[in-house]
């Protein structure tokens, strides 16, 4: 079955729309003031201007106005596809990016059941043995977590930067590989199949009305059988309107040389590098 791309259709019937009733709604959203005659304009032009949040869209009687209210549909409609729609092959491969698999077989079953997705296949974890890098410094793991738009926007862009900030700090690098419906932990059963130093995890977010191309990037130094979530360092809101992917990029090749130093991470690493200014 070929595959529905959301923006293609609502872009359609965007402009269905504006031929019956002559209202021309733009697409992606524009931030508009809907608020008709403001006590100070300028004042909420300013706050309209420093977040993403729903505010100065007026309204028609008792409820939103046409526009807002089919702008907000609009960012759900995407938000369901970034969570629901499957990894482009033709992405993957332009990328070289080896493809492994969670135990999670459906997004079904990978948003009904935790664990499914935080270990690998069998076929995946045994591929991974045979020929995954093994005793590098650093192994990098892509997935597509809750927001496939989230890889497809940000990762052609952060890859490349990152594995350059690497290579110029002479940090030794295990080949990338992309995980289908893989969640946070299954990097620490990554990290103990190729014996790498620390364990990167790029993964999208949960997407949001704001955004639905957030990646976040999580980090651990060695992870084993008493690991916590407090263990990991975390960089979130990685997309156009937040850190943008190239510059995100530079810092974790920074922020992973320092890991690295301190061989550590998430609190503890925050604790040392306290104590050692």
């Known amino acids: 079955m070929k595959q529905i791309n959301m923006e293609e259709l609502i872009q359609r019937v965007m402009e269905e729309l504006a031929k019956k009733t002559?209202?021309?709604?733009?697409?992606p959203a524009q931030k508009v003031r809907g608020v008709e005659n403001p006590h100070n304009p300028e004042a909420l032009e300013r706050a309209m201007a420093r977040t993403p949040a729903r505010i100065g869209i007026g309204r028609a009687g008792t409820r939103m106005k046409t526009t807002s209210y089919l702008q907000f549909r609009i960012d759900q409609a995407a938000a369901h596809d970034a969570v629901m729609k499957t990894i482009s092959p033709e992405w993957l491969q332009r990328l070289q990016l080896p493809?492994?698999?969670s135990r999670a077989t459906s997004m079904q079953e990978y948003l009904m059941n935790l664990d499914a997705g935080r270990m690998l296949s069998d076929e995946s974890a045994k591929w991974l043995e045979l020929h995954g890098d093994k005793g590098k410094d650093v192994q990098i793991v892509i997935s597509d977590g809750l927001s496939t738009s989230a890889c497809e926007a940000t990762i052609p862009d952060l890859l490349p930067a990152l594995q350059?900030?690497?290579a110029m700090r002479h940090i030794s690098v295990g080949r990338p590989v992309f995980i289908h419906r893989g969640r946070v932990w299954i990097q620490d059963q990554v990290a103990r199949i190729v014996g790498c130093q620390v364990v990167l995890s790029l993964i999208g977010e949960r997407p949001g009305l704001a955004t639905a191309e957030s990646l976040s990037a999580y980090m651990i130094y060695?992870?084993?059988?008493?690991?916590?979530e407090s263990d990991r360092t975390v960089i979130s809101n990685?997309?156009?309107?937040?850190?943008?992917?190239i510059?995100?990029?530079?810092?974790l090749a920074e922020l992973l040389e320092d890991l690295l130093k301190y061989r550590a991470s998430g609190v503890t690493y925050r604790k040392l590098r306290a104590q050692h200014g």
């Open 238 to 245: 990685i997309h156009r309107g937040g850190t943008l992917p």
């Open 222 to 228: 060695k992870p084993d059988a008493h690991t916590v």
């Open 99 to 101: 493809e492994l698999y």
């Open 247 to 251: 510059e995100a990029g530079a810092y």
């Open 22 to 27: 002559g209202e021309v709604i733009p697409f």
């Open 164 to 166: 350059q900030g690497l």
